[in-house]
Nanobody, 118 residues
C-alpha cells in the first residue's frame, strides 16, 4: 500500500523559508508513470497546485509560485521536498503532497497546516 507522509514545521515566521518533506512508502519515486506533487489549500480557499517533480527529476512549477518555490528529491529515501521562500501570512495553508499520474492525483498525504505568523 502506497502512503505519503508530510513532515515539517507547523509555524514559520514571515520572510523565512518554509521547508517540508514528503516521505513515500510502498513505492519508488523513480517509477516512470508517476510524478510527485505539492498542493496547498489556504483557509477558506480552493486547492492550489504548487509544483511537481517527475520520476526523472525534472521539476514543474505553477507560475504563481515559481520564483519562490523549489522542489527536490532524495531517491535513496524516496522523499521529495518543498521549499517556499519569502513567506508571508498569505502562505498560511494546509500543505499536501500527492502522487500524480495521467489521470490526476491518486494518493494524497494527510496534509500539514503551516501557519506563517510572527
Amino acid at each position: 500500500q502506497v502512503q505519503l507522509q508530510e513532515s515539517g514545521p507547523g509555524l514559520v515566521k514571515p520572510s523565512q523559508t518554509l521547508s517540508h518533506t514528503c516521505t513515500v512508502s510502498g513505492s519508488s519515486i523513480t517509477i516512470s508513470k508517476f510524478n510527485w506533487n505539492w498542493i496547498r489549500q489556504p483557509p477558506g480557499k480552493g486547492l492550489e497546485w504548487m509544483g511537481a517533480i517527475a520520476h526523472d527529476g525534472k521539476t514543474y512549477y505553477n507560475p504563481s509560485f515559481s520564483s519562490r518555490t523549489s522542489i527536490s528529491r532524495d531517491t535513496s529515501k524516496d522523499q521529495f521536498s518543498l521549499q517556499l521562500t519569502s513567506t508571508t501570512p498569505e502562505d498560511t495553508a494546509v500543505y499536501y503532497c500527492a502522487r500524480g499520474n495521467n489521470l490526476g492525483f491518486d494518493i494524497w498525504g494527510k496534509g500539514t497546516l503551516v501557519t506563517v505568523s510572527p
